[in-house]
């Protein structure tokens, strides 16, 4: 990196534009543009002195353009060209002329030519960056998240807010053309028992009262249809205050579509025609027509996941049956038996098993059993437990080969099939079963109205509270059996990422009663949370279904990003913290005393 020239120094330099207007961004010009007198800003890339000669490398959002400095051209620009370094803010005018023969640059828009300076202005300069400032450097991401504003100015990052704008286009273009209006819904609302812990925001005016910031225009959309309006869409932000990961943040953007006088079928056509026009558009990528479906039963009986990666095959196959007398009693008294075979796996280490048996710890998983097939026999700890019927009813139904491993997993079906389902996934990777540049989106359909939650020793609701069960169930049944009860909810979901969820939505008062009363929300407490929509469905709500996508997650993917927070212009940390702005922050003794609050000693 240039030695920094202190910007004290370099203030006198400094002059506006003067009446100069950029000619083309730094990313367009070509041999077509040889003899035209061009003008072009942006910020320097690299410097390289040649001796007689200075180079520049001239980059803004959209690319790079080679800049040289010759005396015999511009002696003044020349000699200012001297004090120039690395993030410094330029104008240039001069003319555009062909790269010497051999010196061209196959790798750039612009690697057939470069401008001969004519004029230079200094526009601004540069202490010297944190790190440097090109995709070649990968700085630690606590460096990236504090100076957000020059991560953002590599080359990589400015692709990723294009292709997401790209995107976000492509979806207003194709809502509109379907007759969708796009229409807010409030940032401040009612906190509701809808899931996720809420965003609290205390009010001034009616002290000891709170908003919430909405986990998503859920209500309101469904209030838009009974309201006539039909066909509703919004690119919203919505926040969850919940443990983070990779792909998931407290304040993240929505598109959230909602549709009345549907059935399942016209929502997945809509956002199937969706999710095609955006890859179309963006990436000219053709993902396929339709979408393959798989119920929900089917994805967990053959992935351990409700969003399964369909881009390999490593299906898990039930053993429970086949074990049911076994000797090897960690098999015949578990509630699940499951299996997975890896062809090619038994050349893994024992020290690749072992760091395996720690990866599924983390689902619950008390140990990882496995059996390599060689030719002559099989190796692992449990086989001596196996009967011969057992060996061959296990060969037959995996298909066993020479040189696979097998993995096994044995216990509640909770763990068993998150602990294999994320093995399975990782196995993918290790084998290079994988193809990154695939696409392969899939429907999941037919989920559980209801899941149990243990700790709470409850019902809860699988996806959310309004959503209708499937169709011709009988009230008495919900309540009676609420495990049985299957729901009118699909997920869409791309590469073993869900990236939309939706389902069609309770419209009746009753329905909605019932609903709540089999999750144990008291009639009274529902209609003090609620009142307001249970009210609404009492004046003529029609049939209506939705779906909502999230616009980071599906950005992510087409970018190939590892993380939504690349694709996020100012994100927070694993800990809800941003590192730029520092915040959260304490806030003045004032501001709390107009609020009404009071902290507590900390712990």
């Not at 992935?303 to 196959?317: A, I, S």
């Not at 096994?408 to 909770?414: D, H, L, M, T, W």
């Not at 008291?522 to 209506?544: I, V, Y």
């Amino acid at each position: 990196m240039d030695t920094a020239i202190a910007p004290q120094a370099e203030t006198r330099l400094i002059e506006d534009l003067g009446g100069w207007v950029r000619s083309h961004d730094c990313n367009s010009l070509t041999a077509a543009d040889i003899g035209s007198e061009v003008c072009l800003m942006g910020w320097v890339q690299f410097r390289r002195d040649h001796g007689g000669l200075i180079f520049i490398d001239l980059r803004d959002r959209a690319g790079l353009t080679q800049v040289v400095f010759d005396p015999s051209l511009s002696e003044a620009a020349h000699a200012r060209a001297h004090a120039l370094r690395a993030e410094f803010v330029l104008a240039v005018k001069g003319r555009v002329r062909s790269r010497p023969e051999g010196m061209h640059n196959p790798n750039l828009a612009t690697g057939d030519i470069e401008i001969e300076a004519l004029e230079l202005k200094l526009l601004n300069v540069s202490q010297t960056p944190p790190f440097e400032v090109e995709d070649r450097v990968d700085p630690a991401e606590g460096l990236r998240l504090k100076y957000r504003y020059l991560d953002l100015r590599r080359p990589k990052m400015a692709r990723n807010f294009i292709l997401r704008h790209r995107a976000a286009q492509a979806v207003r273009r194709y809502l509109d053309s379907l007759g969708f209006l796009e229409i807010e819904t409030p940032i401040l609302t009612k906190s509701t028992p809808e899931g996720a812990r809420d965003f609290l925001v205390p009010s001034r005016l009616n002290q000891g009262t709170f908003y919430a910031l909405p986990q998503s225009p859920q209500l309101f959309k469904q209030l838009l249809m009974v309201s006539g309006l039909e066909r509703y869409y919004q690119i919203v932000k919505c926040f969850r205050d919940e443990d983070l990961r990779a792909d998931r943040q407290p304040e993240f953007t929505q598109i959230d579509i909602e549709m009345s006088f549907v059935d399942e079928e016209s929502v997945m056509a809509m956002a199937e025609g969706l999710v095609r026009t955006m890859f179309a558009e963006t990436l000219g990528v053709a993902l396929p027509s339709p979408f393959p479906r798989m119920t929900y039963a089917e994805a967990m009986r053959d992935y351990g996941v409700d969003k399964p990666d369909v881009r390999f095959g490593l299906k898990l196959v039930e053993l429970t049956e086949l074990f049911a007398a076994s000797n090897f009693k960690v098999f015949a008294k578990a509630e699940l038996v499951k299996a997975l075979r890896v062809p090619g796996g038994e050349s893994l280490s024992r020290k690749e098993i072992d760091d395996l048996t720690e990866f599924v710890k983390v689902y619950g998983a008390q140990g990882l059993a496995w059996i390599k097939v060689r030719a002559e026999d099989w190796q692992s700890p449990i086989v001596k437990f196996f009967s011969e019927e057992e060996k061959a009813g296990l060969s037959a139904r995996l298909g066993l080969a020479p040189g696979d491993i097998v993995f096994f997993q044995a216990g509640p079906a909770v763990m068993v099939n998150a602990a294999l389902g994320a093995l399975r996934l990782r196995m993918g990777e290790r084998m290079g079963l994988i193809d990154e540049k695939a696409y392969a989106p899939l429907w999941v359909t037919d989920f559980p109205l209801f899941e149990y939650d243990p700790e709470e020793k409850r019902w809860a609701a699988m996806h959310h509270p309004f959503t209708a069960p499937s169709p011709g169930t009988d009230l008495a049944h919900i309540s009676e059996n609420p495990g049985a009860v299957l729901s009118r909810a699909y997920d869409m979901v791309l590469n073993g990422s869900e990236i939309g969820g939706g389902s069609i939505r309770i419209h009746t008062t009753a329905m909605q009663e019932t609903m709540f009363a089999a999750l144990g929300i008291p009639l009274d407490e529902a209609r003090d949370k609620f009142g307001f929509m249970l009210q609404a469905l009492e004046f003529g709500a029609p049939p209506h279904g939705g779906i909502a996508f999230g616009l980071d997650r599906i950005t992510m993917l087409m970018a190939g990003a590892p993380s939504i927070r690349d694709v996020i212009a100012f994100p927070k940390t694993q800990k809800g913290t941003c590192l730029m702005t520092d915040s959260p922050s304490e806030v003045a003794p004032k501001q709390l005393r107009e609020l009404g609050i009071r902290l507590r000693e900390k712990a």
